[in-house]
C-alpha cells in the first residue's frame, strides 16, 4: 500500500497520493487551477499549458496536469508570474481562431470564454488568425467550425478513449493542424456514429449540437436530470428546455453510474418524438368496431373503459381480462398497473414485453 | 403642485425627488420653502428662502392671507375640520408684515405664495427633518398641517402632508413599538385593555403602565443614575446626538451599556458588552417605508463569524429570563404575533407581501391595503383639528460672539454616521470628508477661500473643517453634515428638545467661524 | 428467458454485476450481444476495457459484430446452436481440468450430471453442429478458464430462440465452472433491450409473479399481498403475452388493455396477431403515439412521454434511478399512472396516489429488494437492488459468498435445433434484431431527425456470395418471404452476416419484419424464436 | 368601441395617443425595440421596433409612430423581419460587438437580437478603433466603454427624463456622435450624481458598473429582491448574488413604491457588509477596560444576569434601550417585547428623530 506523501500548494501543507498529478493534488484541497485540455477520465496530455504552474527548483513552468507530485515538492499556483503566463497562453490561443461570442452558439458555455474573464482579460495582444474553414454543416446533428477551434484535442480523446469510436484525430501540422475523421471527411462521410461526445467535451464553440443552434442561450434553458427512455442501461441524462421543448441532452457528469456522462445516438439525438405533432392528445374512443375514432373527455373515457371492463368481467369472468404492461413505462406506473389488474380486475394476466 | 418645506430631497431621499422631478417636467408647479438654494430650486416656480426656524411665522402669514383674502377652501373646513376659529384667531396676530420681519420673506412675496398655493388643487406637501428637528418641531409640523387642511389638500389623491422618514425602517420602528407609550401598531400602554392583551399574548402577567422615557431623557438619566443598564441597539448616539461632547460623557456614566450592531461605532467604544448582528442582506424581514409599506427583506448573503440576527438575540435574551418565545424566525414574528396583534396590520402576511408589499391600514387579509390616509376628509381621529400655534424663536440665536446660524443635516453620497457607506468602494472618493458650507459673501467678508480650513465654534464644541463656498447658503448660515467623526456637525449642536418628542435642534444654533492662522 | 434461466439456475433473475465493473475486468465474454449498437454506452465500456485496460474479448456471434474488430478470439456459430458452443467450451474446461474445483464443490451442485452431458460434446462434434471450428472452441475455452475473473454480457442473441431458457442457463453453467459468479468483475449480465424491462419485472408486471418476484401461487405471498392491497387475489398464474394473443384469438380473453406496448410491430407472426386482436370485444391502449397496435383500440388514452413525469426506471444492474419532469404534457396528456387509478377507482377499487413519489413509498412496503430504497436517497446516484433498508447502501454484485438460492445449479442440456430451418423451399435463414440508431419499433427514434437522418428506412443484410447468386445489387428492393408471410425492404449487401444467413431489423412499419417470424415459444420462459426462421428471397 | 386597430389581422383596443409599441405591448404583441424606455419621450433612434402599416410608404417605427383608429398593422412580415435584421446588423458595425470582453455579455438586448435574428456573421466593418473614443474609467463605478455604445439614448432619456439629473446629452454630429456630460467631461468631474441609472438603462455593455467586473457572468448570478437599506422611501431592489456574496444592485422595475429607479446609496453601497470592520463574535469589556472575544453564552449570560441585579436593586425603570431605525420591523418588535414583556418597562425609544 502506498502512503501518502506531503507537497506544499500555495504556502499549504497537502497530502497527496504518490502518482496524483499536481492539478489532481491541488483540486483535492479545492485550490483552483484552470484547465481546458484536461478532461477526466482521459490522457493528460499538457497540450495547452494553461494549467501551469510555479514548482520550486524547477526549469520552468510545469503543467500541472501532466506532472505528478513528488515528496516535499513546494508548488506555486497563483503567483502574478503564473497569471501573467496564463494570460499570455489564453491570448495566444483567442488570437488563434474567430472567436467572437457575438454570433457563437456556445456563448456562455465556453471554457476559453470563461478563462478570459477569470483572468480580465480585456483585448488580445495578437493578431487574431483567420483560418476560413468551412463549416461542417453536413448533417443535422453536429455542426463543425473549426475557426473556433483551440486544438485542445478533447474531442479526440472522447471519440478514442471515451467511447472508443476511433474516428476523429489530428491531421497536419503547425498552423495547419486540424481535427476531424479520417481524410478530414466530413462527419457524415465518416465512420462517426453519432454519439456527440465530441460536442458535449468541446470546450469553445467549435463543435455543437446543430439542432441547439439558435433554440437558445445556455442561461435561458432549465436543466432537468433524468434517466434516458431508450435502452436498459438507464444513462443519466440532463435535459435542457426551453418553452417546453427539448433543447440539448447531454450526459450527466456530476455522478458517476452508470454512463459516467456518455451517451449514444439515441439518448443524444432522439428526443424530438416527445414534441412530435403525432403525439396524442386527448383520449379517443371507438364507439362502434369499424367506426372512426371520436375525441372524448377524460371523464367520458374513463366511464366508456370502467363501464366496458366491468362487463366483461361480469359475463366472462376475470381471466377473459388481460393486460400488457409496458417496459418503458415506471416502476410505480408498472405497479399500478399490476395491482389494477390483481387487485382490481382479479387476474394475473399481466405481462409485458420483456422478451423483447 | 408640490410644496416642499425643509426638505433636500435630491440628495435625502434621491429616488422620491426623481418622481416630483418628473412632475414637474409633466406640468407640475412646485414650491420649495427651505433657507437653503437646494438642487429643486432649479426646478421651482417659487423659491421662499426663509430663516432658519421661522417656519411657524411663515405659514401663519400665508395663512392670514388665505384667510384675509378668502382663499381658503370653505366647504372642506367647515365639513372636515374643527378649531377654525382659534385658528383664525391666532393667525391673525400673523400679519404679512409680522411674518416677514420673522421669516425674511417680504410680505408680497408672502402674499404671492398664498395666492399661489390656493390656485392650485391638489398640491402635495412634503417635509423632512428641516420642519421637525427644532424645539418648535411639532408646531411645525402641525403648522404645515393647518396649512393643507386649510387648502383642502388632506384626505385626496395627490395632496395630505408627506413626511419622508430619514432612515430605512424609521416607520418601522414606531410601528413595532419602539416607543416609550405605545405598544405595536400605536396602541397606548397607558391602555389597560391594550396591557391585558399583550400580556396575554405574551405569557406575562402584567406589563408596565407607565409611560417610559424617551431617548433624551434616557441619556440625561445615565448621569443622574436614574438609568443604570443601557440597551443600544444598531445606532450610533455618539455621532448622531447633539453636543458629542456631553453625550460621550453620558454614555460614560452607564453603569452597564450593552450595544449591538454589525460594526464598532464611537458609541461601542463605551459598551460593556457588544454583541455582534446580521446585517441587512443577511436578514429574512421587513421593512416599512415612509408612506406605510411593507416591504420584504431577503436574505441573500451569510452573516460573518458569529454575527446572529436580532431577533435571535432578544429571543436568547429572554430565555434567561425564564421567558421561551415560541417565534423562531422573522416571518413567524410577523405572521404569529405582529399582524395578531396589531390591527392595522392583521391582513399583512409574509405570503401576501411578494411582491409590491401591503401599506397600511390593512386589516383583513383580503384588504389591498391603503395608500391615501383619511380619504374623503376622513380623519383617524374624527374631524381634523386645527390648531392655533404660535412663533417661538430657537432655543439659540446668534450673538455677537457665535453670530452664525448653524444647521445641519445629511449630502447625498453618505447616510447617518457612514457605518455603511463609509465602507462602500468608491463612494468614499466621490465625498471623501466634511465640510462647512458658507455663502460667498461671508467667505469674502472673512477672507475664506474654497476648500480652505477653517474653525467653526459653538458654546460646546470646535471643529477644523474645509469651507466649501457655495451659493446654496444665504449669508448668515453655515450648513454641515454629520456623517464624519472628526468634523461632526454634532460637535456643535444644541442639546435642546422639542418639549413633546423630544427632538433635539439639530437646524438651529449659534456659531462662529474663523480663519486658522 | 433471463428470468426463467437465471432464478433456476442462481435464485435470483437480473444481471449479477454492475456495468461498471466491465472496464476493469480480465475477461468479457460477449455472446448474441451487438453491444455496440444496442447498449452503446456499454459497447464502449467494453472496448474501453480492451483499448485501456487490456481486458480479453471473446465474441461468440453469427454475425461479423464491431465488437469482433475488438475481440481476441470469435467463435461465429450458426445461429441457435448456443447450448452446443457452450457445452463444447465446457467440454474442453472440464476434459483439461480447467474449472475452479474449489468453487464447484463448495458453492454449487448438478456438477455430475454437468459432466456427464457435456462430455458428449466433443470439440470435434461441436464444430459439427455449430459451424465453429475445433481449435477456435479449445483456444476460447482455455483463454476463458485461465483469464482470472471473466463476465459474460449476452442480449436477445440468446434469449430469443425456443431454447433461450436452456441458452441462458448454459452461459450460467460455464460462468460457475470457473468460478465467475459472485465476484466483482464476474457473473452473467443479461443486458435488457428496453430502458425499464428490469423495473417491469420487478414490479410483478409478470403473470406468475407479484412485486419482487414473489410467486402468485404462494399461499403467504397471497395473504401478505391481499391485506396490503385490501383485495382478494387470483392465487392461478395468468397468461403471458404470447398466450394472451393466442387465447384473444380463441375467445378466451376478452378484453385486453395496453399501456405503451405495440404488440402489433413487435411481436412475430404479425398478420396473425392482428387476426387475435381482431377479435377482442375491447382493447384500450394507453400510449404517447397512436401506434399499429392503437389504431385498432377501442379507447385510445394519450399519455406523459417519460420527460413529462415523475418516476423511477431501474436499469440493466438492477439500479433504480429516478425520471423527473422537464416539459408540460401536449394536450391533455396524463401521466400512465394517473390514467391507470382513475380507471381502477371509477372500477370501485380505488387507488387515489398523489404522487409518484407515494406510488413508490407504497412499492417498498411490499417489495423487499425495494425496502430500503427512498426517492431522498435517489437524488443523487441510483441504488441498486436488494437493497433492504435505508442504511444498505444497495448490492454490486449479487450471490457474493452464497446465491439467492443457496448453492448454484447446474443443468445438464442438451442441444436442440431451432424450430424453423432453412429448406429447399425456403433456404434462407433470418435473424432479427435492431441497429444503433434505432429503437424497438420506432414511435420514438422515427421521428427524430438524427436517426433518421442516419438511417431513413429498413434494410435486409445479405452476403455478397447470395446477393450475387441472386443478383441482388446493394440498395435494391427484395421481396422476402417466410411461411407467414412476405415484406419488401431494401438490400444492403455486406459480410456481416455468413453466407445464407440474412439480417433484418423491425423497427419500420412499412417493412414489418415480425411477418416473417416464427411464433414458436420457448417453452418456459415463452419468448418467441425471433433469431431463427427460414426464408426464401427473391429481387423485387 | 371604436378605440381599436387592426394588429397582425387581429382588432386591438387602443387608448388615443398611444404609441404602436404600448398598444401592441397590450395587446399581447411584444416588439423588439432598443432605444424605447418606459415613460420617455420616444426617440425612434435604433430602428428596430420596424412595423408595416398599411398604406404607409416606408416601415414605421412602432415606439414612436401613434396608433390612428382602423389603422393595419403588421409586427412580423418578412420585410420587417429584413430590416430588423439589417438594423441590428448595421449596428453590430458601430463599434466594438464582442461578446467575449464584455461584462454585459448574457445581459444584452444587441445580443439577444443578434440571437433572435440569427445572425452568424458581421456583414458590414466594425467601426475602426481609431475612430472610437477611449474608455472612461477614472471614476469608482461606473465605466463608460463607447466601442460598446449605440447611441440608442436611453442613458440620455434616464438622466433626463425619467432621474432628472441632467447630467448627460447626445453631442456631437454624424460620425462623431457621443453620449457627453456638460463639456464633454469625464462622470466624475461633471454634474452627475452618479445614480447609476444610466447604467440600469443601457441595453448594451456602454455603460457597466464597474464594482461589479468580473464579479460574475448574469447566468451565474441569481437574483434575491430586497427592500433598500437606506432612507425611508424603501426603494425594491434585486441583490445580484453569485456564490452567496451581493455583485450588484438594480431597480426593480415597475415596482412601488421606486418604478424601476435606485439613487446612488442603494445602487452602489451595499458592500459594506463585507466590510472587514465588521462585529464577528461577542465583546465583553475586562475589568482593564479592553474587549475580549466571547462566545454567545457567555454574552448573553452576562447581559442577563447584570439586568437581573438592576432590576433587583433599582426597579425595572433603570433599564432604558434605544432600538435600531434601520434594522427590520421584527428587530424593534422583538426588543420592544423584551423591553416590556420581560425587563418591565417601557423606556424604549429609538432614532426615530434624526
Not at chain 2, 260 to 287: K, M
Not at chain 2, 371 to 399: C, N, Q, S
Not at chain 2, 432 to 458: P, R
Not at chain 2, 467 to 496: D, I, Q, Y
Request: charged letters at 25%; a neutral charge.
Amino acid at each position: 500500500m502506498d502512503t501518502k506523501i506531503t507537497v506544499t500548494i500555495d504556502g499549504q501543507e497537502v497530502s497527496a497520493d504518490p502518482g496524483q498529478t499536481i492539478l489532481e493534488a491541488a483540486r483535492s484541497q479545492g485550490i483552483y487551477i484552470p484547465t481546458l485540455c484536461h478532461y477526466s477520465k482521459t490522457t493528460n496530455v499538457g497540450a495547452c499549458r494553461v494549467c501551469v504552474v510555479e514548482v520550486e527548483n524547477a526549469r520552468s513552468y510545469v503543467a500541472s496536469c501532466c506532472a505528478p507530485v513528488t515528496p516535499g515538492m513546494v508548488i506555486r499556483t497563483n503567483t502574478p508570474a503564473i497569471r501573467a503566463a496564463q494570460k499570455m497562453i489564453i491570448e495566444l490561443l483567442w488570437s488563434s481562431g474567430d472567436h467572437n461570442c457575438l454570433t457563437c452558439e456556445q456563448n456562455g458555455a465556453c471554457e476559453l470564454q470563461d478563462l478570459v474573464y477569470w483572468l480580465q482579460i480585456d483585448k488580445p495582444r495578437f493578431p487574431i488568425e483567420h483560418h476560413g474553414y468551412e463549416m461542417d454543416n453536413s448533417n443535422t446533428m453536429i455542426t463543425r467550425d473549426l475557426n473556433k477551434c483551440i486544438l485542445c484535442g478533447r474531442c479526440i480523446r472522447a471519440c478514442n478513449e471515451i467511447q472508443v469510436n476511433e474516428v476523429l484525430d489530428f491531421a497536419n501540422r503547425g498552423s495547419y493542424a486540424k481535427v476531424g475523421p479520417a481524410f478530414d471527411a466530413d462527419y457524415i462521410d465518416s465512420s462517426c456514429v453519432f454519439c456527440g461526445e465530441c460536442a458535449q467535451v468541446c470546450p469553445t464553440g467549435a463543435i455543437t449540437f446543430k439542432q441547439a443552434k439558435f433554440a437558445g442561450r445556455p442561461w435561458e434553458l432549465s436543466k432537468t436530470r433524468t434517466t434516458c427512455a431508450y435502452c436498459g442501461v438507464g444513462c443519466q441524462i440532463d435535459l435542457y428546455t426551453k418553452d417546453n421543448k427539448i433543447v440539448k441532452v447531454m450526459g450527466n457528469r456530476q455522478y458517476g453510474p452508470p454512463n459516467e456522462g456518455s451517451l449514444c445516438v439515441k439518448g443524444r439525438f432522439g428526443m424530438d418524438f416527445i414534441s412530435h405533432p403525432d403525439r396524442i392528445s386527448k383520449p379517443l374512443i371507438r364507439h362502434q368496431k369499424g367506426e372512426a375514432f371520436k375525441e372524448a373527455a377524460w371523464d367520458e373515457a374513463y366511464a366508456f373503459i370502467a363501464q366496458r371492463l366491468a362487463a366483461v368481467k361480469k359475463e366472462y369472468g376475470p381471466d377473459s381480462i388481460a393486460g400488457l404492461s409496458s417496459a418503458r413505462c415506471t416502476n410505480e406506473e408498472n405497479y399500478v398497473f399490476q395491482k389494477f389488474l390483481r387487485g382490481g380486475i382479479g387476474t394475473n394476466n399481466i405481462d409485458h414485453c420483456a422478451r423483447l | 403642485m408640490i410644496i416642499l418645506v425643509g426638505t433636500n430631497i435630491t440628495e435625502a431621499h434621491p429616488v422620491a425627488s426623481t418622481f416630483v422631478k418628473d412632475a414637474v417636467l409633466a406640468g407640475a408647479k412646485l414650491i420649495v420653502i427651505d433657507p437653503r438654494r437646494t438642487d429643486m430650486v432649479d426646478f421651482a416656480e417659487m423659491h421662499v428662502p426663509l430663516k432658519v426656524g421661522s417656519d411657524v411665522a411663515l405659514i401663519n402669514g400665508v395663512m392670514n392671507v388665505l384667510i384675509e383674502e378668502n382663499l381658503y377652501d370653505k366647504k372642506y373646513v367647515d365639513s372636515c375640520t374643527e378649531g377654525f376659529e382659534e385658528l383664525k384667531k391666532k393667525v391673525m396676530e400673523y400679519p404679512p408684515e409680522r411674518a416677514a420681519e420673522i421669516s425674511g420673506i417680504p410680505a408680497d412675496t408672502i402674499r404671492e405664495l398664498a395666492r399661489k398655493m390656493a390656485s392650485v388643487k391638489p398640491a402635495m406637501l412634503m417635509y423632512t427633518l428641516g420642519i421637525t428637528e427644532h424645539i418648535c418641531g411639532v408646531n411645525n409640523v402641525m403648522s404645515c398641517a393647518n396649512l393643507q387642511m386649510l387648502l383642502g389638500n388632506v384626505g385626496v389623491e395627490c395632496g395630505g402632508v408627506n413626511p419622508q422618514r430619514g432612515q430605512n425602517n424609521v416607520q418601522g420602528a414606531c410601528d413595532m413599538g419602539a416607543l416609550p407609550n405605545v405598544f405595536p401598531g400605536y396602541q397606548q400602554v397607558a391602555n389597560a385593555d391594550a396591557r391585558a392583551k399583550f400580556a396575554k399574548a405574551w405569557n406575562v402577567k402584567s406589563l408596565p403602565d407607565k409611560p417610559g422615557m424617551m431617548m433624551p431623557t434616557m441619556m440625561k438619566n445615565l448621569t443622574t443614575g436614574k438609568v443604570k443598564a443601557f440597551y443600544v441597539f444598531g445606532e450610533n448616539l455618539a455621532n448622531t446626538e447633539p453636543d458629542i461632547h456631553h453625550v460621550e460623557r453620558e454614555l460614560q456614566s452607564a453603569e452597564f451599556l450593552v450595544c449591538q450592531d454589525i460594526f464598532p461605532t464611537e458609541t461601542t467604544r463605551f459598551a460593556h458588552v457588544i454583541l455582534p448582528a446580521a446585517a441587512w442582506s443577511e436578514n429574512d424581514g421587513t421593512f416599512a417605508s415612509s408612506e406605510r409599506r411593507v416591504n420584504r427583506v431577503r436574505a441573500a448573503s451569510v452573516p460573518p463569524g458569529d454575527a446572529r440576527p436580532n431577533w435571535w438575540i432578544f429571543k436568547e435574551l429572554a430565555k434567561r429570563f425564564g421567558h421561551e418565545w415560541q417565534s423562531s424566525s422573522a416571518q413567524e414574528i410577523w405572521d404569529n404575533e405582529i399582524s395578531v396583534l396589531a390591527p392595522s396590520m392583521a391582513g399583512i402576511k409574509y405570503a401576501r407581501l411578494e411582491n409590491d408589499g401591503l401599506q397600511w391600514p390593512c386589516p383583513t387579509e383580503d384588504h389591498p391595503g391603503t395608500p391615501t390616509l383619511h380619504k374623503g376628509g376622513k380623519f383617524t381621529r374624527g374631524l381634523g383639528m386645527l390648531k392655533a400655534i404660535d412663533y417661538i424663536p430657537p432655543a439659540e440665536v446668534p450673538d455677537q460672539e457665535y453670530p452664525f446660524v448653524l444647521s445641519t443635516g445629511r449630502r447625498l453620497y453618505h447616510y447617518h454616521t457612514r457605518t455603511q457607506t463609509g465602507r462602500s468602494a468608491g463612494i468614499n472618493d466621490l465625498l471623501g470628508e466634511e465640510t462647512a458650507d458658507i455663502s460667498t459673501a461671508d467667505a469674502e467678508a472673512k477672507g475664506i477661500s474654497d476648500g480652505e480650513k477653517i474653525s467653526v465654534k459653538s458654546r460646546r464644541g470646535e471643529v477644523v473643517v474645509k469651507a466649501r463656498v457655495t451659493k446654496e447658503v444665504p449669508p448668515g448660515l453655515v450648513w454641515m453634515a454629520f456623517h464624519f467623526r472628526e468634523a461632526c456637525a454634532n460637535w456643535l449642536t444644541n442639546p435642546v428638545y422639542d418639549p413633546v418628542t423630544q427632538t433635539a435642534e439639530y437646524k438651529a444654533c449659534a456659531v462662529r467661524i474663523d480663519k486658522l492662522r | 428467458m433471463t428470468v426463467a434461466g437465471l432464478a433456476a439456475t442462481f435464485g435470483s433473475g437480473a444481471m449479477t454485476n454492475s456495468i461498471d465493473e466491465l472496464e476493469s475486468t480480465d475477461l468479457i465474454l460477449a455472446t448474441g450481444t451487438n453491444t455496440t449498437e444496442n447498449h452503446p454506452v456499454i459497447g464502449a465500456k467494453v472496448k474501453r476495457a480492451v483499448r485501456r485496460h487490456g481486458t480479453k474479448l471473446i465474441v461468440i456471434d453469427p454475425r461479423e459484430i464491431d465488437l469482433v474488430k475488438y475481440a481476441d478470439i470469435w467463435l461465429r456459430q450458426k445461429p441457435g446452436t448456443d447450448v452446443a458452443v457452450f457445452n463444447g467450451l465446457m467440454n474442453v474446461i472440464i476434459a483439461e481440468g480447467l474449472y475452479d474445483k474449489e468453487y464447484v464443490a463448495g458453492r454449487t451442485e448438478g456438477f455430475e450430471a454437468l459432466k456427464a452431458v457435456v462430455a458428449k460434446y466433443t470439440p470435434e462434434s461441436v464444430e459439427k453442429i455449430s459451424g465453429v471450428p475445433a481449435e477456435d472452441l479449445k483456444k476460447a475455452a482455455r483463454m476463458y478458464a485461465q483469464a482470472g475473473r471473466a463476465s459474460i454480457i449476452y442480449a436477445m442473441g440468446i434469449t430469443q430462440h425456443i431454447t433461450g431458457t436452456d441458452n441462458v442457463k448454459s452461459t450460467a453453467n460455464l460462468s460457475m465452472l470457473c468460478g465467475n459468479v459472485g465476484i466483482e468483475g464476474g457473473g452473467v449480465n443479461p443486458l435488457r433491450g428496453q430502458n425499464n424491462v428490469q423495473g417491469a419485472c420487478d414490479m410483478g408486471a409478470l403473470p406468475n409473479v407479484y412485486p419482487a418476484y414473489q410467486p402468485v401461487a404462494g399461499e403467504d405471498v397471497r395473504k401478505k399481498f391481499e391485506a396490503a392491497w385490501k383485495a382478494a387475489l387470483s392465487p392461478k398464474p395468468g397468461l403471458t403475452l404470447m398466450e394472451i394473443m393466442a387465447a384473444a384469438g380463441s375467445g378466451k380473453i376478452k378484453a385486453l388493455y395496453v399501456m405503451g406496448e405495440n404488440p402489433l410491430l413487435s411481436d412475430p407472426d404479425l398478420q396473425h396477431v392482428a387476426k387475435e386482436l381482431q377479435k377482442l370485444d375491447l382493447m384500450i391502449v394507453q400510449d404517447i403515439f397512436l401506434t399499429e397496435t392503437a389504431q385498432m383500440a377501442d379507447v385510445v388514452l394519450p399519455a406523459c412521454a417519460f420527460a413529462e413525469k415523475e418516476g423511477t426506471f431501474t436499469n440493466t444492474e438492477r439500479r433504480v434511478q429516478r425520471v423527473r419532469k422537464a416539459l408540460e404534457p401536449p394536450g391533455e396528456a396524463r401521466a400512465d399512472w394517473e390514467i391507470i387509478c382513475g380507471i381502477s377507482s371509477r372500477m370501485g377499487y380505488p387507488m387515489t396516489y398523489a404522487s409518484a413519489q407515494e406510488i413508490f413509498e407504497e412499492i417498498r412496503t411490499v417489495t423487499p429488494s425495494y425496502a430500503g430504497i427512498t426517492y431522498d436517497r435517489l437524488e443523487k446516484e441510483g441504488l441498486q437492488w436488494p437493497c433492504p433498508t435505508v442504511s444498505h447502501s444497495g448490492t454490486k454484485f449479487l450471490h457474493k459468498d452464497k446465491f439467492s438460492r443457496g448453492l448454484g445449479l447446474f443443468t445438464a442440456l442438451e442441444y436442440i435445433p431451432p424450430n424453423e430451418l432453412p429448406d429447399q423451399e425456403y433456404p434462407f435463414l433470418l435473424s432479427t434484431g435492431r441497429v444503433l440508431y434505432h429503437y424497438h419499433t420506432g414511435t420514438m427514434t422515427t421521428r427524430a431527425r438524427g436517426p433518421v437522418e442516419r438511417c431513413p428506412e429498413s434494410l435486409v443484410e445479405i452476403h455478397p456470395e447470395d446477393a450475387g447468386k441472386l443478383g441482388i445489387a446493394d440498395g435494391q428492393k427484395v421481396r422476402v418471404t417466410s411461411r407467414r408471410g412476405t415484406v419488401e425492404v431494401k438490400a444492403r449487401i455486406t459480410e456481416k452476416s455468413a453466407p445464407g444467413s440474412i439480417f433484418m431489423n423491425f423497427h419500420f412499419t412499412e417493412a414489418p419484419v415480425n411477418f416473417l417470424t416464427n411464433p414458436a415459444l420457448d417453452p418456459t420462459g415463452k419468448i418467441p424464436e425471433y433469431k431463427v426462421c427460414a426464408v426464401k428471397l427473391e429481387a423485387a | 368601441m371604436s378605440d381599436t386597430f387592426i394588429l397582425n389581422g387581429k382588432e386591438t383596443p387602443y387608448t388615443p395617443g398611444q404609441m404602436i409599441l404600448e398598444a401592441a405591448k397590450v395587446g399581447g404583441i411584444e416588439i423588439p425595440t432598443l432605444c424605447y424606455l418606459k415613460g420617455s419621450t420616444p426617440t425612434g433612434a435604433c430602428r428596430i421596433c420596424l412595423v408595416e402599416v398599411k398604406g404607409a410608404r416606408s416601415l414605421m417605427a412602432a415606439c414612436s409612430t401613434p396608433v390612428t383608429p382602423g389603422m393595419e398593422v403588421f409586427t412580423e412580415t418578412a420585410l420587417v423581419h429584413q430590416a430588423r435584421k439589417l438594423n441590428v446588423e448595421l449596428l453590430l458595425s458601430s463599434g466594438t460587438h464582442n461578446c467575449l470582453t464584455c461584462e454585459a455579455n448574457g445581459n444584452c438586448r444587441l445580443q439577444d437580437l443578434a440571437y433572435f435574428y440569427k445572425i452568424t456573421d458581421l456583414r458590414f466593418e466594425e467601426k475602426a478603433a481609431s475612430d472610437i473614443y477611449p474608455k472612461e474609467d477614472r471614476n469608482p463605478l461606473i465605466v463608460r466603454d463607447f466601442s460598446r455604445c449605440i447611441l440608442c439614448g436611453r442613458c440620455v432619456q434616464a438622466c433626463n427624463e425619467v432621474m432628472v439629473n441632467r447630467a448627460i446629452s447626445q453631442g456631437y454630429r454624424g460620425k462623431e456622435s457621443k453620449i457627453v456630460t456638460g463639456g464633454d467631461l469625464p462622470y466624475h468631474e461633471s454634474e452627475c450624481v452618479f445614480c447609476g441609472q444610466c447604467v440600469e438603462v443601457c441595453p448594451v455593455g456602454a455603460l457597466t458598473e464597474k464594482k461589479a467586473k468580473g464579479l460574475g457572468r448574469p447566468w451565474e448570478i441569481k437574483k434575491i429582491r430586497t427592500t433598500c437599506p437606506y432612507c425611508g422611501v424603501g426603494c425594491q431592489q434585486w441583490l445580484h448574488v453569485k456564490d452567496g456574496k451581493i455583485v450588484k444592485v438594480t431597480a426593480v422595475e415597475d415596482a412601488q413604491p421606486n418604478m424601476g429607479r435606485l439613487c446612488v446609496k442603494g445602487r452602489f453601497a451595499y458592500d459594506f457588509i463585507y466590510s472587514e470592520e465588521r462585529l464577528k463574535t461577542p465583546l465583553i469589556r475586562e475589568a482593564n477596560g479592553e474587549f475580549r472575544e466571547a462566545s454567545w453564552d457567555e454574552a448573553l449570560d452576562l447581559v442577563a444576569e447584570k439586568f437581573k441585579e438592576i432590576i433587583k436593586k433599582d426597579g425595572p425603570d433603570a433599564i432604558a434601550g434605544v432600538s435600531c431605525a434601520r434594522s427590520i420591523n421584527e428587530d424593534s418588535y422583538q426588543m420592544q417585547k423584551f423591553f416590556r414583556a420581560v425587563i418591565g418597562t417601557n423606556n424604549i425609544d429609538h432614532c426615530a428623530r434624526t
